[in-house]
T-cell receptor, first 115, second 121 residues
Framework: AQKVTQAQTEISVVEKEDVTLDCVYE???????LFWYKQPPSGELVFLIR??????QNEISGRYSWNFQKSTSSFNFTITASQVVDSAVYFC????????????FGKGTSLLVTP | DVKVTQSSRYLVKRTGEKVFLECVQD?????MFWYRQDPGLGLRLIYF???????EKGDIPEGYSVSREKKERFSLILESASTNQTSMYLC????????????????????FGEGSRLTVL
């Protein structure tokens, strides 16, 4: 069975701190796809990144970086020098097999960045 | 940009009423999805569709049905609303990775609407 676990329910940091959001996944598939989405207070989920299982290279996009480690089944997300605008709920997700690209989501981590 | 539009941001209905939630996408995507989002439970898949008139059950289809008569439109129907269906409903669409849409190449990620917050009294 597929499962995504985000153990951190809520995180609060002060602006400019670095913060890492954890994501652990379970799957029996050898080929799989992982995602991160951001849900700001407005409610619309925004796609951040997709990573496939055969590409373990870490990714950096501005202040955002992702660390994919198959050995520990983790796909962690780090925000460097956090800003108030980063306050949102972040979801990690795993593509379901045979489901038209549907995703299984973790329960999300609510990040609050205070000035 | 991809646009997924949900017809209503907020709805208030009575128990037993029939409720229609409409979703339209402008990207010619084959795949469309309905999720519900509840505090502490995250997003749960209700139904999905990978083609016109095709539908598949997700993890929590009980109490819901769907309709996809046109490629761009995917409707969620609550035949007889109940209070436990009070929730945020999210529609999403995606194109098959590698295929083309009017605005570029599909990469397989889901694009979401703004959500419809339904309260059943």
């Amino acid at each position: 069975a597929q499962k995504v676990t985000q153990a951190q329910t809520e995180i609060s940091v002060v602006e400019k701190e670095d913060v890492t959001l954890d994501c652990v996944y379970e799957t029996r598939d050898t080929t799989y796809y992982l995602f991160w989405y951001k849900q700001p207070p407005s409610g619309e989920l925004v796609f951040l990144i997709r990573r496939n299982s055969f590409d373990e290279q870490n990714e950096i996009s501005g202040r955002y970086s992702w660390n994919f480690q198959k050995s520990t089944s983790s796909f962690n997300f780090t925000i460097t020098a956090s800003q108030v605008v980063d306050s949102a709920v972040y979801f990690c997700a795993l593509r379901r097999p045979n489901s038209g690209y549907a995703l299984n989501f973790g329960k999300g981590t609510s990040l609050l960045v205070t000035p | 940009d991809v646009k997924v539009t949900q017809s209503s941001r907020y709805l208030v209905k009575r128990t037993g009423e029939k409720v229609f939630l409409e979703c339209v996408q402008d990207m010619d995507h084959e795949n469309m999805f309905w999720y519900r989002q509840d505090p502490g439970l995250g997003l749960r898949l209700i139904y999905f569709s990978y083609d016109v008139k095709m539908k598949e059950k997700g993890d929590i289809p009980e109490g819901y049905s769907v309709s996809r008569e046109k490629k761009e439109r995917f409707s969620l129907i609550l035949e007889s609303a109940s209070t436990n269906q009070t929730s945020m409903y999210l529609c999403a669409s995606s194109g098959t990775s590698g295929s083309w849409n009017p605005k570029g190449r599909n990469t397989g990620e889901l694009f979401f609407g703004e959500g419809s917050r339904l309260t059943v009294l």
